[in-house]
């Protein structure tokens, strides 16, 4: 063992009279731990939210939405033969997209209104998945008039509870659009069964969106056979949506214009990658104040130990061997807080992801429990933070150190 090493470790192991700078290193490396261990918690906190908002969304949502500029889609069936060819595309469905009133039970909201292709909107969005009751194929008119009169509507559960309608009711939409008549605009209306009732754990969701066939649709905003507002994409790799939105743009021309689902909800996940930012800023000052409680260590055993630094220097230590001396001690502080942190706050994240004793309320957060995911880049970034902190925190007593004068320390 190189003599540096073998005097730091006799330093930290302090004698009984001086064992209150033993407490103090105690007392530092319970500042590291806890600083690493908030802050492993909170950005796995953070990327558990953010994939978890990004799933919710995702699974409502398509990864690409593709419109033609100036108007609806007239003819999308080339269009669609055309986006599928392209590599990276998995699904393609149309889509109609408007706002009405649906009214029932005495109440009345404003809602978001999208006409679907049953058949094809299963291998786009995540609709199965999320559905409670009914299906997405009771959205296609039975060819049994006397089985069901009304078309069929698949609405959020917060909107089924607003209207007091459940499975098997009746809806009526009213569009602000209409014909055009002496006494004015009347408005469209439009009357549907509820066969389906969805549940995404988004409140904004659950309560202010409706799915209607394309029929229903086209009826309803009286609109061409066959026209649609867009086309809604699938990709193969979600992470590659913006390339392949890009390719679809450079493919399709000028007339067509693609977006993808980063671009789509950009402000939002803007806004989470800055709060994580944040945290972690505001989270590495615990670390930064243990880093103070190190210097305070040092120079205390600085001070203590004034007498064997110039007994060493006498017998040929030099000034970097001293220096070294207290920057192992300050790593050792730093290191043992780091290592029980990283193993403190992995441990809290498993026993947060497994029990998941945290809720939350719907009608706040789109998840119901605390969402937790580690991520290896942030758990090495929160330890080799931490320990450029504590080696900063090490430079200026051990600098201190190696200026103690033999002469002086020995006379008095």
């Known amino acids: 063992m190189r003599f540096e090493w073998f005097v730091c470790l006799r330093y930290l192991r302090a004698k009984r009279k001086q064992g209150f700078i033993s407490i103090i290193s105690v007392i530092s490396v319970a500042g590291v731990m806890v600083g690493v261990m908030a802050l492993i918690v909170v950005m796995a906190v953070m990327a558990g939210f953010t994939d978890g908002l990004r799933d919710k969304i995702l699974g409502i949502n398509s990864h690409v939405v593709v419109q033609q500029l100036g108007g609806e889609i007239l003819d999308p069936a080339p269009v669609a ?41 299963g291998q786009v969005l995540n609709l199965n998945s999320i559905l409670q009751s009914g299906s997405l194929a009771a959205l296609t008119p039975t060819p049994n008039p006397a089985r069901r009169q009304y078309p069929g509507i698949i609405i959020g559960k917060e909107l089924s509870r607003q209207l007091q309608v459940p499975m098997g009711g009746k809806l009526r939409l009213l569009s602000a659009a209409g014909p055009l008549t002496p006494m004015g605009i009347i408005p469209q209306t439009t009357t549907c069964e509820v066969v389906g009732i969805f549940d995404t754990g988004m409140f904004e ?114 000034s970097g061997h001293i220096m070294r001396i207290f920057i192992y001690e300050g790593l050792v502080i730093g290191l043992t807080g780091t290592t029980l942190g ?42 080799a933070a931490a320990v450029m902190i504590t080696l900063l925190a090490t430079i200026y007593p051990s600098w201190q150190a190696s200026r103690v004068d033999p002469a002086e320390a020995l006379r008095y």
């Open 81 to 121: 033969e055309a986006l599928k060819a392209i590599p990276g595309v998995t699904a393609v469905t149309p889509y109609l997209y408007t706002q009405a009133m649906i009214t029932g039970g005495g109440e009345g909201v404003g809602a978001v209104l999208r006409g679907i292709d049953p058949e094809s909107a």
């Open 342 to 383: 990283v193993g403190g706050g992995l441990g809290m994240c498993e026993i947060l992801s497994r029990y998941q004793f945290i809720k939350l309320p719907s009608d706040v957060y789109p998840v119901s429990t605390l969402p937790v995911k580690i991520l290896p880049l942030d758990v090495t970034l929160v330890a």
């Open 205 to 318: 969701y659950d309560a202010s969106l409706a799915y209607v066939s394309m029929d229903t649709a086209r009826r309803f905003l009286d609109l061409e056979n066959g026209a649609v507002h867009g086309l809604e994409l699938k990709v193969a790799d979600i992470y590659q949506a913006n390339a392949i939105a890009r390719e679809i743009e450079k493919t399709m021309g000028l007339g067509f214009v693609a977006r993808d689902w980063m671009l789509m909800n950009k402000n939002l996940f803007s806004a989470l990658q800055l709060e994580k930012t944040a945290m972690f800023i505001i989270l590495a000052l615990i670390v930064l104040v243990a880093a103070f409680n190190i210097v305070s260590t040092l120079i205390m055993v600085v001070m203590e130990k004034a007498k064997e630094i110039a007994i060493l220097k006498s017998m040929g230590a030099t």
